[in-house]
């Protein structure tokens, strides 16, 4: 049995290896917050959710899949967490009843297995009630083979026969083993046999004719005796009591695995309880082939931030499509960080098939999200600044791939602006001719100007929205760079607010 609510013909491995930059993503998209509202404090949602959040899908027919899967969970988040809570009711009495499985005793390993497997049986009918109960209501393609493979799997007669098989296997009347005498009148090919059906009518059976038999007592105290007939029973269980804890290690893998993958999903409707409870809209975001070059969004938000600051967040609109390149500008405080930010987030998020942080959300699929943000002064470093941003802008450069994201934010601006923005034109310029989409957050006029120049019909210029007061709404409307920052906006706000707080004490 198979749960395939993650890919649509293999298991999720919640195991394999992070892709390169995993770290410094995580640093600067502010990951960890994401996790944690996923997780809400349980340390097996987190990682998974940190698996299936950095391990994201590059093909749109996993991120549509897992899409329509989590439409599901949202619409039915109550069916969800019930079938959550069978994998997790297994672990629990499976704690409970550890010692009857220690040992390599036969007879020990099948009474464990035995205790076991009533267990399963149990919980797997519960699942099967549940499959009943609810197929009908689910859509997805991934949640109805789901719930058809249980009603297939775990019908009637199953059921029935395990019980039928667990009740013989528990041997009341003793065990019944045939053998032959090998060489030296040792015993040899010990075979458990099924034992003989009682008659339901006792009169019948009374007077029934009984097969002939020998017996033989072994005195009370004779324990070497009671030993030898201890290990021709085992000698006889054995075949059975590996086939039994094969069983149950088989329905323990596949319950194993159902919390696995419905973990991701428990992890974005706990999400979902957070943006609702923060009046946050989300939407499912439209992917579009690696290939396209496709950004549209309205409403967009940076969920790190809202979900830091529990409250609503100010979000963007705006449209990139056909664009390689997105440079952005303007003074401090005015958004520019927020929504780079939002962007990746967003991205991330869709490819690893979640809703996303917007009223809507179009955008291609990226063969990787990388970032390089400017670093805080470390005064461990061994070389100076400049050398370690071009230290880390050659190992994105070492596993970067032809539609790729990269999102810089105030990078290489540790030299003065002249140096600053020929380096980052150069490899600006070189990433984009490779294909490469790139967000670029800077205060280098020069740098922003030198493109702005080229009339570039791939590249898109943000800057944030001023109103003619001087307010600011970190919102980013679309505008050519500007030589200014717009410092007598801050000098006023501060000094103008000393000035009027003097003349009120002046007149009290």
């Known amino acids: 049995m198979k749960a395939f609510l993650m890919h649509r013909h293999h298991d999720f491995d919640i195991k394999q290896p992070t892709p390169p930059h995993t770290e410094a993503r995580i640093q600067d998209l502010e990951l960890n917050t994401l996790f944690n509202a996923m997780a809400n404090g349980d340390e097996f949602l987190l990682a998974v959710a940190k698996s299936a959040v950095l391990c994201s899908a590059c093909d749109l027919d996993t991120i549509l899949y897992r899409q329509e899967i989590l439409k599901d969970c949202i619409a039915h988040p109550d069916v969800i967490r019930a079938i959550y809570q069978i994998p997790i009711e297994a672990i629990e009495n499976k704690r409970k009843r550890w010692m009857s499985t220690l040992g390599h005793i036969p007879s020990t390993i099948l009474s464990g297995s035995v205790q076991l497997m009533e267990m399963y049986v149990e919980l797997l009918l519960k699942l099967r009630r549940l499959a009943d109960l609810h197929v009908a209501s689910f859509s997805s393609e991934g949640f109805r083979a789901f719930f058809a493979m249980i009603q297939h799997e775990l019908d009637d ?14 041997f009341r009347d003793g ?63 054995n075949l059975v009591a590996n086939a039994v804890a094969q069983s149950v290690d088989h329905i323990d893998n596949f319950l194993q695995m159902l919390r696995i993958e419905l973990a991701f999903y428990i992890g974005c409707l706990n999400l979902c309880d957070r943006l609702t409870q923060l009046d946050e809209p989300i939407c499912f975001p439209e992917p579009a082939p690696v290939s396209a070059r496709c950004l549209d969004y309205t409403g967009l938000y940076d969920i790190c931030l809202a979900l830091t600051m529990q409250k609503k967040v100010v979000g963007n609109d705006g449209a990139a499509d056909g664009k390689n390149l997105v ?44 970032t390089h943000y400017r670093r805080k002064e470390d005064a461990t470093m061994k070389s100076g600044k400049l050398d370690e941003e071009l230290s880390r802008m050659s190992e994105i450069v070492d596993n970067l791939s032809p539609n790729a994201l990269v999102l810089f934010n105030e990078s290489f ?86 000035v009027h707080i003097a003349q009120m004490t002046a007149v009290n």
């Open 413 to 498: 601006a540790a030299t003065n602006e002249r140096e600053g923005a020929a380096i980052a034109h150069q490899i600006v310029s070189a990433l984009i001719e490779r294909r490469i989409k790139v967000f670029f957050v800077t205060h280098q006029f020069e740098l922003a100007q030198s493109f702005y120049n080229q009339h570039l019909e791939t590249a898109l210029f943000l800057r944030p929205e001023r109103r003619d007061d001087g307010e600011r709404t970190f919102r980013l409307v679309e505008g050519s760079p500007q030589p200014t920052s717009h410092g007598v906006d801050l000098y006023n706000s501060v000094f103008q607010q000393d």
């Open 157 to 170: 007669d199953y059921f029935d026969v395990v019980r039928a098989h667990l009740k013989t296997l528990k």
């Open 175 to 237: 065990v019944l083993i045939s053998a032959e005498l090998g060489r030296g009148n040792e015993g040899v090919n010990y075979v458990l046999r099924k034992p003989p059906e009682k008659s339901h009518n006792w009169l019948q059976g009374l007077f029934a004719a009984q097969p002939q038999t020998y017996t033989y007592t072994i005195a009370d105290r004779d324990e070497n005796g009671a030993r030898a007939l201890s290990d021709l029973k085992d000698r006889g269980l």
């Open 327 to 370: 440079i952005i500008t303007g003074a401090n405080q005015g958004g520019k960080s927020t929504f780079l930010r939002s962007i990746g987030l967003a991205q991330v998020m869709m490819q690893c098939g979640m809703f996303a942080p917007a009223i809507s959300f179009r955008a291609n699929v990226a063969t990787g999200v990388f």
